[in-house]
């Protein structure tokens, strides 16, 4: 049995925000690399920002695997939220309406004393994606 070696994470060249947010009006360059042992379908992106320092810090790269239902979304997990502005890397909580309907997401930043929590509203929310590894050092 032939075990597949091929690239299964895609490393974009947007960079995810831990801080504040950004446009993304610039263009992405994607490419794609393997590291053994790490299976599934991807994405990776590069840290710039302190607002989830000590936890990841600016330069740190974070990967991250496509939530495929809102549902599975874990209260103070860390998540890459991404809106057509901006990504952001930070914990997340879900903002339920009267009728327990989730309206918004709560952003925390772990650089509590720099960093206030902000809301997202979840028509904005393109993408969620949560952080399975961090990579430092690179």
């Not at 490419?31 to 990841?56: C, K, Q």
């Not at 997990?77 to 057509?84: G, P, R």
């Not at 309907?101 to 650089?111: E, K, R």
Request: one cysteine or more.
């Amino acid at each position: 049995m032939a075990i597949s070696i091929a690239p299964n994470i895609l490393l974009t060249s947007i960079a995810a925000f831990s801080g504040n947010t950004v446009s993304l009006n610039v263009v992405e360059k994607k490419e794609r690399f393997r590291i053994p042992g790490i299976t599934g379908t991807l994405v990776a992106f590069n840290i710039n920002g302190n607002s989830m320092y000590p936890t990841i810090k600016p330069g740190d790269m974070v990967i991250c695997s496509l939530l495929e239902n809102l549902k599975e979304l874990k209260e103070n997990e860390i998540y890459a939220i991404v809106t057509e502005q901006s990504v952001w890397v930070k914990r997340v909580q879900h903002k339920a309406n009267d009728y327990g309907q989730w309206t918004h997401l709560q952003l925390i930043s772990d650089n509590h004393e720099e960093y206030d929590p902000f809301l997202v509203n979840i028509k904005d929310v393109k993408k969620i994606l949560r952080v399975k590894l961090k990579l430092t050092g690179l």
